[in-house]
Structures are given as structure tokens and as C-alpha cells.
Nanobody, 124 residues
């Protein structure tokens, strides 16, 4: 699976951005998909994950109610809608994929395929 993330950029606090992750080489209907982020000097952390088996989702507490992950299997795309952005959301955002086993995995090291990352900068 090859993943290509896009949609990052500069936003003001309170603004919105939508990240997209385009997949090729395989159909995403068999993969759990996640968005992760990494700020300078910080460990990579999970932001949102969507299960291939039943469409259930996980959102980190820090983004719950503000970010929404969704998936379009027909278009082989995964999205992260980010609303009410905060300066602490500034990071490089990565999309990732792993063959589904029916249980959402939150750790970045469980994911097999990674996009190149897209930078999100939120100004106060």
C-alpha cells in the first residue's frame, strides 16, 4: 500500500483544515486507517483511527469533538476533518494503514504503511 497525505498548511486558531490520504496498490476496505501526528521533540501519537471491520472510530481525548476521521472505500481515500484548531495541534500529520484484525490498534508501531507526512501549523 502506498499512501499520500495532503491538505496541511497554515491555519489560525479556531480555523479548520481537512487532511486527505490517498491510497494506491490495495483497496482500503481491508485496512484500519489512522492519522498520527508528531510535534518537534515529541513522540508520534495517535490522533484518530477508523476500523475496516465495522467503521468504528477512535479519537484521542485531545481532539475529541474537534476532529473527525472518515473513509471512502470507493475512492480509496481517508480524511481527517479538523475544526476549532488550536496552536497545540501544530505538528506533522501522517496517515497510516494496517491490515485489519477487528480491533482498533492505537500504537504507531502497529502500523505497517505510512504516508510522507503533511505539516499543520496553527497560529494563535
Amino acid at each position: 500500500v502506498q499512501l499520500q497525505a495532503s491538505g496541511g498548511g497554515l491555519a489560525q486558531a479556531g480555523g479548520s483544515l481537512r487532511l486527505s490520504c490517498a491510497a494506491s496498490g490495495s483497496n482500503l476496505r481491508y485496512y484500519d486507517m489512522g492519522w498520527f501526528r508528531q510535534a518537534p521533540g515529541q513522540e508520534r501519537e495517535s490522533v484518530a483511527i477508523i476500523s475496516a471491520s465495522d467503521g468504528s472510530t477512535f479519537h484521542a481525548d485531545s481532539v475529541k469533538g474537534r476532529f473527525t476521521i472518515s473513509k471512502d472505500n470507493a475512492k480509496n481515500l481517508v480524511y481527517l476533518q479538523m475544526d476549532n484548531l488550536k496552536p497545540e495541534d501544530t505538528a506533522v500529520y501522517y496517515c497510516a494503514a494496517v491490515w485489519t484484525v477487528g480491533t482498533i490498534r492505537r500504537a504507531y508501531y502497529d502500523y505497517s504503511y505510512w504516508g510522507q507526512g503533511t505539516l499543520v501549523t496553527v497560529s494563535s
